[in-house]
Nanobody
């Protein structure tokens, strides 16, 4: 079992930055793929970025250049740095994980473990 706890969400103004954190516990963190998704009410959960155990990353085109995923293996924590936020970024942001893999996926069904989500609200 893997437990994921997100933090760092909140209310910010357009143009601001936020850094989300996701602390993982329970299983070996280093040999896992971690990802960030977000969901707006009434919409599908949207892939944002993943990072594999070796450190390679993939970012969705919709956030490339503004959002950056990274991780700290010593703290079993993955981050999402979000810059130049707009009201369209308002959503619940989720951390996801799949263990025992060396690849990543943009599909939400591929990930086994999920955090509870953290709300990000961007005002205009």
């Amino acid at each position: 079992q893997v437990q994921l706890v997100e933090s760092g969400g909140g209310l910010v103004q357009a143009g601001a930055s936020l850094r989300l954190s996701c602390a993982a516990s329970g299983r070996t963190f280093s040999r896992a793929t971690m990802a960030w998704f977000r969901q707006i009410p009434g919409r599908e959960r949207e892939f944002l970025a993943y990072i594999i155990f070796g450190g390679s990353t993939l970012h969705a085109n919709s956030v490339k250049g503004r959002f950056t995923i990274s991780k700290d293996n010593t703290k079993s924590t993955v981050f999402l740095q979000m810059n130049s936020l707009t009201p369209e970024d308002t959503a619940v942001y989720y951390c996801a994980c799949k263990t025992g893999t060396t690849v990543g996926s943009t599909g939400k069904s591929w990930y086994r473990y999920w955090g509870q989500g953290t709300q990000v609200t961007v005002s205009s």
